[in-house]
């Protein structure tokens, strides 16, 4: 979004002079012009009104990286190292960038109002267009070795989850290992990366978040989804309070993991497992059986007969048996 600036000041939905917003950014009032005509080639509906100006009649839903910082508590906002892009590659692999580049100790976290080669689990893309949805990477570091990413996986979800309910989201579920569902369709993903090695028992990974928020149509998308302005459509979501929420959340959970390790994250995880009672199956057909809930490491238990049988993430995908 080239006229994100212009935008920015239109997005208040008031009537603005050519001759205001040229001032306001220092161009001229023809650089307006051209600006506004392109945002209304990208799809907006921004009225003129003869001899007073220009009104954006679309609502729109900026990101601001100030707004970002204020939904944080003080002591989280001065440790991560906030980066707002309009447009990304993909915002995992913008992470892996500036932590070659940076070294100051801070969380670095990065979100993007779209990317160009957004990355799901299993290979997928994806799908991220402009000024719809929240699409957030943070690089976290650990101590121990790379046995914990499993629960990592599993706590980034219930951190998301509650991220959710505490902006007034009601009945957050999650699909084993960590996909967000709301009201039966995927909301949420999440895609965490290892980069680089093992070095003397400190593990990075790259966490990104993807986060449908307005989207009404996506082509390309493979299973049923939904968004927080589809499924609750009487509130006016914020993308920055949803992402200060996110941030907030994820880094509490990342450190009580870090701290005490998955013992507590399994009863949050089971209060929200989609999973529970029903009758499930392995991707491959290789398996089926009951949803039982998650172990004490996070894999997930299916009963079959008489036994339940283990199944780690990353290693087997799980479906509904219809
Ligand atoms: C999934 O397949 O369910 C995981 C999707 C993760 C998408 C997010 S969007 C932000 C971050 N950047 C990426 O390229 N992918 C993740």
């Not at 306001?24 to 003129?48: C, F, N, Y």
């Not at 689990?121 to 690089?139: A, F, H, K, V």
């Not at 990075?204 to 989207?215: D, F, L, R």
């Not at 009487?234 to 880094?251: D, F, G, T």
């Amino acid at each position: 979004m080239k006229s994100r600036a212009l935008l920015g000041l239109l997005a208040d939905g008031q009537v603005h002079s050519g001759e205001s917003l040229a001032a306001s950014l220092g161009i001229s009032r023809t650089a307006i012009w051209k600006q506004i005509r392109r945002a209304m080639d990208e799809g907006l509906r921004i009225e003129t009104i003869r001899g007073k100006g220009y009104r954006l009649l679309t609502e729109m839903d900026l990101l601001d990286q100030n707004q970002i910082l204020e939904g944080l508590n003080a002591p989280r906002r001065s440790a991560i190292e906030l980066t707002v892009l309009d447009e990304v590659d993909s915002t995992n692999a913008e992470i892996v960038r500036r932590r070659r580049e940076s070294v100051n100790g801070r969380v670095p976290v990065c979100i993007a109002d779209c990317q160009t080669a957004g990355r799901g689990r299993r290979g997928r893309q994806w799908q991220s267009p402009p000024g719809q949805n929240l699409y957030l990477s943070l690089g976290l570091t650990f101590r121990g070795s790379f046995a914990m990413l499993d629960g990592l996986s599993l706590v980034l979800g219930v951190a998301v989850a509650e991220a959710l309910e505490q902006v007034g989201v009601p009945e957050v579920g999650l699909k084993w290992p960590n996909d967000i569902f709301l009201a039966g369709s995927k909301l949420a993903g999440i895609l965490v990366e290892l980069q680089g090695e093992l070095e003397e028992g400190v593990v990075q990974v790259v966490a990104g978040i993807g986060m449908n928020i307005h989207m009404t149509d996506a082509a390309g998308v493979d299973q049923a989804w939904v968004s927080l302005a589809g499924a609750l459509p009487e509130r006016r979501w914020c993308r920055n309070e949803v992402a200060a929420s996110v941030i907030e959340s994820v880094l509490g959970a990342v450190d009580d993991f870090a701290r005490k390790g998955f013992g507590d994250f399994r009863e949050r995880w089971q209060s929200r497992d989609i999973f529970a009672g029903q009758e499930l199956m392995a991707s491959q057909g290789e398996l089926a059986g009951t949803g039982h809930g998650i172990d004490h490491s996070g894999n997930y238990l299916i009963a079959t007969g008489d036994e339940l049988v283990k199944v780690r993430a990353g290693e087997i995908s799980l479906r509904v048996r219809s």
